[in-house]
């Protein structure tokens, strides 16, 4: 029975195709059955076998893929399976009332997994033969260590060790010196690493280090016969979602956007046990290089959610204004999806409220949804004489969803949306058809601390000391959302850079062909759907005034690529990206690091952990003492820095980022 069973696992794991953990390569388990298998999960013959090794797979493509890339880089074939499409961040209620008392902890549907977790560390990787034996439903978890999750690894994982970096890639031992060029190449790189003369830009460790993090938890009675979701806000690396010994999905899409996996298959009534294996690194890591501290694990906050076997998906919200910026229409409308075997009719009703609390507009529409099918139910709705969003001015309208079946209300939602319009003209941004000056703060290094990130009181208590200090402008820098940020953004008034999370800083991106990974036609669907998860989480708010597909990251057929996808999703905002320069791909040239302030909020991690910082020479070291200063160990509750006055005529280069100025700079 039990060879059997890891025969079972082997099957499943070489026919889903996942990088188990990012460590399934070639493997002999002669107690498996003897099942072999290569790195791109084909069944070998005996004479390839590598006797009682497991090889850990290498960042590097498959021989039977040749790269359009001269230079080899890999690309992540899988970024993913049994992944829910990204979405908007909502929670769903049995009443409206519910709905709009907006308390994610009092809904019946939601089962909140933060807390404690058993967990085991494996610095040198885990091989499939034991992955076996942990993910069993009824294995003993009271050797195991516990850790409240959420919490970056490097607070537990036995290495006491935090580090910041600029640029530089914090999974590679860097030189202080340049090598020597090698034979038969007449350059080298900005970032030629010494021990790596053969290979020009970093690997993933091998083996990858990796953490399994295990609990139970219940489903109550009432719950038990809807579809239920594992939703993870942020996990960086990789992660395989086990649930009660069976494999329910595995992401690495991005490390910085939420993860949603439909667990409903393999739940039973009563007490569950889910398992998260989570690699420290995940085979796109190469496109996740943005400053700030480098923290991996699991960092944003976990739960089940249930909803109907007919259900929300997604809601869709957009408040646009008339050509006199006067007259509103709000396009509105939830994506239904059904995980029925036959066809159902349903009845969506909608209100909507003015900031007064007033009911403006109301109606309702029946529609047929088919088998396991997914429909959108659609809304136009006019607003005469509009009360206009905008920073100065956060007016908020209220709007209710709820879905009935059989003359049951079955699901609940509501949420906040705004009438604006964001464009630009002459390389100026305007709002509402008035062009706006930009102070901006970029959050790239308060959203890199999750204990900041994950606690709403103390994110709210940082945006009001921006907004107090002047500041009309924030941006995200590529990192996880939590997901009250928009919310509070659209409450108190501060329009928002949505960043997608790529950023390739420490590679050379050259221009030619293969020279960067966004210009890899292999890697163009892993760039494009980190593009689109940070459009689907920021669509519906009114305070994301621009969208920015990455930073940093060289430009080419992928980004490319990604400005069409996401210009298909937006017809209005407009679309950014500073290596794109005066090139289509970028309705503007843009300059973020001279149009925002970077404010590196500074944490204390307690003690015990070793702070480190990776300097632009890429050597790691603990820095001199004004980088320990300015970078490592202030109090949380840092200020944030007052802008300067602007002061006489606009210059025509782009200004300091203290003094504000032009969003919209052109070489």
């Known amino acids: 029975m039990k060879n059997a069973r890891y025969t ?95 308390d994610p902890a009092a809904s019946q549907n939601v089962i909140d997994l933060n807390g404690e977790w058993s967990y085991r560390v494996f610095n040198d990787g885990i091989s499939v033969m034991l992955l076996g034996e942990i993910s069993d439903s009824v294995a003993d978890l009271s050797t195991w260590q516990t850790v409240g999750l959420p919490q970056p690894r490097e607070m537990h994982d036995g290495s006491h060790r935090v580090i910041w970096s600029d640029k530089a890639y914090d999974f590679v031992t860097y ?14 790189d900005k970032n030629y690493y010494g021990s790596q003369v053969t290979e020009p830009y970093p690997a993933l460790p091998v083996p990858m280090p990796t953490i399994v993090y295990s609990r139970y938890f219940t489903v109550p009675f009432d719950l038990a016969d809807r579809a239920l979701f594992l939703n993870i806000g942020a996990v960086s690396g990789s992660v395989q979602v086990w649930v009660n010994g069976q494999m329910a999905g595995y992401s690495a899409r991005s490390s910085k956007d939420p993860v949603e996996f439909n667990i409903s298959p393999y739940i039973e009534r009563g007490k569950n046990r889910v398992m998260l294996v989570v690699e420290k690194y995940g085979p796109g890591a190469l496109l996740e290089d943005q400053p700030g501290w480098r923290l991996s694990g699991v960092t944003g906050n976990i739960s089940v959610f249930a909803q109907p076997k007919i259900r929300i998906r997604d809601y869709i919200a957009n408040g646009s204004l008339d050509p006199s910026h006067t007259n509103g229409l709000l396009e509105t409308g939830l994506i239904i999806k059904s995980e029925l075997l036959n066809t159902h009719d349903i009845a969506v009703y909608y209100q909507l409220f003015d900031p007064d609390g007033k009911l403006v507009g109301e109606n309702w529409r029946e529609a047929t949804i088919g088998m396991q099918n997914e429909d959108t139910v659609h809304f136009a709705v006019p607003v005469p004489n509009a009360v206009k ?47 706006i000056d930009i102070k901006g703060i970029d959050l790239a290094g308060v959203l890199s601390i999750p204990q900041v990130a994950n606690d709403t009181a103390l994110m709210r208590n940082v945006l009001k000391q921006i907004k107090g200090k002047g500041y009309n402008f924030v941006r ?9 940020l928009y919310d509070m953004c659209d409450e108190l008034g501060l329009y928002v850079s949505a960043v997608a999370d790529i950023n390739s800083a420490g590679l050379d991106n050259s221009l030619n062909k293969g020279g960067s990974l966004t210009n890899d036609p292999a890697w163009c669907d892993a760039i494009v759907q980190r593009i ?29 690529q990604g400005y069409l996808a996401l210009r298909a999703l937006e017809r209005s905002r407009p679309i950014v990206y500073n290596s794109a320069g005066n090139q289509w791909n970028s309705d503007m040239a843009f300059e973020p690091s001279k149009l925002f302030v970077q404010w590196p909020y500074r944490y204390d991690f307690g003690s015990g952990i070793e702070t480190v910082a990776l300097t632009d020479d890429y050597r790691a070291d603990n820095g001199t003492a004004a980088q320990q200063q300015e970078l490592l160990t202030a109090v949380p509750d840092e200020p944030v820095p007052a802008p300067a006055a602007k002061k006489g005529k606009k210059q025509k280069s782009a200004p300091a980022p203290q003094e504000g100025g032009d969003l919209f700079n052109r070489r």
Not at 175 to 188: E, M, N
Not at 407 to 434: M, P, Q
Not at 533 to 543: D, F, I, L, R, V
């Open 175 to 188: 030189t202080a010196t340049k090598p020597k060029v090698p034979a038969g190449q007449s350059t080298i």
């Open 476 to 484: 995200t820098g590529g990192r996880a959302i939590p997901a009250r």
């Open 389 to 435: 969003w905008s920073a100065s001015e956060p007016k908020l309208y209220t709007v209710t969803f709820r879905v009935q079946r059989d003359g049951r209300v079955t699901e609940c939602i509501a949420f906040k949306a705004g009438f604006r319009t964001a464009e630009v003209r002459d390389d100026k941004l305007y709002i509402n058809g008035s062009a």
């Open 532 to 560: 689109q998860a940070m459009y689907e989480g920021a669509k519906t708010h009114p305070s994301v005034v621009l969208l920015e597909m990455g930073e940093n990251a060289g430009n080419g057929y992928n980004m490319q």
């Open 8 to 102: 079972t696992l082997l099957k499943n794991l070489t026919r889903s195709a996942l990088p188990v953990v990012g460590l399934l390569a070639a493997m002999t388990i002669q107690a498996a059955a003897q099942i072999p298998v290569t790195a791109a999960g084909r069944i070998i013959d005996p004479d390839e076998r590598q006797r009682d090794t497991l090889v850990y797979r290498k960042l590097e493509r498959p021989a039977e893929r040749p790269s359009a890339n001269p230079r080899g880089f890999a690309e992540p074939f899988v970024t993913g399976s049994e992944l829910q499409p990204a979405r908007t961040a909502f929670v769903s209620y049995r009443s409206v009332k519910d709905a709009l008392a907006a």
